[in-house]
């Protein structure tokens, strides 16, 4: 049955951000991206609008006879190219909120995470990539930044080059039933947002502080490019403006923008503010060095630990909680930037 271009606006105007009208074309990998990340921040969604005439054609054109001429390459795609690397980095930062506490989280769980994620976007349309090609570059460069978040942006990099590498059209495949496509779209969905829900519910706190953590050391990759940053600051934003828009405000309000501008300032201070208890709790100053962390995190861990501390059991193990805590903190801190020099 062809496929209708009104049909296809009205459901982009009703579900366009949850994919709608990929999923009446057929488009299931799109759909599934679109269900993902809201229709790309909503700025995907938007340029949609003047491509969905060529969508329509696609898709009437592929129901009619598929593909069968596979051994063309397609034309290698900027926009398909940078939109890899960022679903990529997208999908490495929910893994770091949901699925950090797994062991070998950096060697399996990131770029796995990170791989899919560019493979994802290499399926869009009527192209695809090779599987086994992408993950391997992920799992190859994941090794080269262990135990630093700063490694999602290397690994997306490799995976991303490694599937536009291996582009390609997609093979010939019979029609599937309705059911089956939204079953497997939904554990698919269900595969990604599990995790995020199930630790947002049952461990809120660690969460938001690591969602906070996480973003702070996004945000601190665009320290030395202040106009890159305030581009990043706008995407941020870009959603709740959306959302006051489609709920019928029209501008905002400067309470409302000011409560949204100190979670930014929040996210963005939070590591520093993390760093100076971390100093404040080892007795050092700010311009220490790791020689100096560690001897004196040596020295505290041997006064305040509860063996030797048996008649005030309680307080020598809370010194030495504190004590752990502030030397991971300043170790974890400091990790992007040896990663980086």
């Keep these: 049955m062809a496929k209708g271009l009104l049909v296809t606006y009205a459901l982009w105007a009703v579900g366009g951000p949850a994919g709608l009208h990929h999923l009446y074309l057929g488009r299931d990998s799109h759909a599934l991206l679109w269900m993902l990340t809201l229709g790309g921040g909503g700025l995907g969604w938007l340029w949609e609008f003047w491509k969905l005439p060529s969508f329509v054609a696609q898709a009437n054109r592929l129901q009619g006879q598929r593909q069968s001429s596979v051994a063309r ?7 398909r190219f940078v939109a890899q690397v960022i679903v990529g980095i997208y999908f490495g930062l929910v893994a770091l909120i949901s699925l950090s506490f797994m062991a070998n989280f950096y060697i399996v769980g990131l770029p ?7 493979l994802l976007v290499a399926a869009v349309g009527n192209q695809t990539s090779d599987f086994k090609n992408t993950l391997g570059a992920a799992f190859l460069t994941s090794p080269i ?15 991303s080059i490694t599937a536009q590498k291996h582009r390609r059209y997609k093979t010939s495949v019979g029609s599937e039933t309705l059911s089956i496509r939204l079953y497997r779209l939904g554990l698919a969905y269900l595969a990604f947002t599990g995790p995020l829900v199930y630790s947002t519910f049952c461990n809120t706190v660690a969460t938001l502080s690591y969602v906070a953590e996480t973003l ?3 945000l601190s990759w665009f320290s030395f490019f202040p106009l890159l940053g305030r581009v990043i600051e706008s995407v941020f934003l870009l959603p709740y403006r959306i959302w006051r828009l ?7 309000s400067n309470d409302s923008f000011h409560e949204w501008e100190k979670l930014y300032e929040f996210v963005s201070s939070f590591q520093d503010e993390k760093r100076q208890l971390a100093y404040q709790v080892l007795s050092l100053s700010e311009g ?13 861990v041997k006064i ?24 991971e903190a300043l170790s974890q801190l400091r990790k992007p930037k040896r990663s980086w020099r």
């Design 288 to 300: 220490a060095t790791n020689e100096e962390i560690h001897r004196r995190y040596r020295e505290l």
């Design 73 to 79: 390459t397609p034309p290698l795609s900027f926009i």
């Design 304 to 327: 305040w630990h509860p063996d030797h501390n048996r008649h005030q059991t309680e307080e020598a193990q809370r010194h030495f909680l504190e004590i752990q805590a502030a030397y």
């Design 112 to 118: 796995l995470a990170v791989g899919l994620g560019v």
């Design 145 to 159: 930044f262990y135990g630093r978040p700063i490694a999602i942006l290397p690994i997306s990099l490799a995976a």
């Design 216 to 218: 702070g050391s996004f």
């Design 246 to 252: 489609l709920v019928g405000h029209h501008g905002f």
